[in-house]
């Protein structure tokens, strides 16, 4: 599978609100460094699956619509906004935040990601 691919299968999946699934897509040396409209955060396998825990907390449903995607060998480049409906609301979907990131792939697997995001 290409890194391509692999990115694209990441952001179709529910992994961004079910931590199991996620485990499945993070390289166990996985770093993301992540700049929000908050400040600046670090990320490593454990951080996230707990990130992933407390989204799925609050919404039931999690949807990534990508805009942009470039690939170049083990590089992927993605934009993208991403959507959520809440566990009060189920039927309204709500736009959470548009991002951008360029990951790197190892061992098929999301292995370094340099994000940024703004919420909507």
């Known amino acids: 599978m290409s890194a ?3 990115v694209q299968n990441f952001y179709k999946s529910d992994a961004l609100i079910d931590s199991t699934l996620l485990k ?3 390289h166990p040396e996985i770093v993301l460094e992540w700049n ?3 400040g600046f955060v670090e990320h490593d396998f454990s951080s996230l699956l707990l990130l992933s825990d407390e989204i799925s907390k609050a919404y039931v449903r999690s949807k990534v619509r990508i805009s942009h995607i470039i690939a170049e060998n083990d590089l992927v480049s993605v934009r993208y906004s991403h959507f959520v409906k809440t566990i009060e609301n189920p039927r ?3 736009l959470l935040a548009h991002f951008i ?3 790197q792939i190892k061992d098929q697997k999301l292995y370094r990601g340099y994000q940024m995001s ?3």
Do not use: A, G, P, Y
Request: charged share 35%; no cysteine.
């Open 101 to 103: 990131v360029i990951w």
């Open 24 to 26: 499945e897509f993070l």
């Open 36 to 38: 929000s409209s908050k």
């Open 92 to 94: 309204e979907e709500m």
């Open 118 to 120: 703004q919420l909507s």
């Open 4 to 6: 391509k691919e692999i």
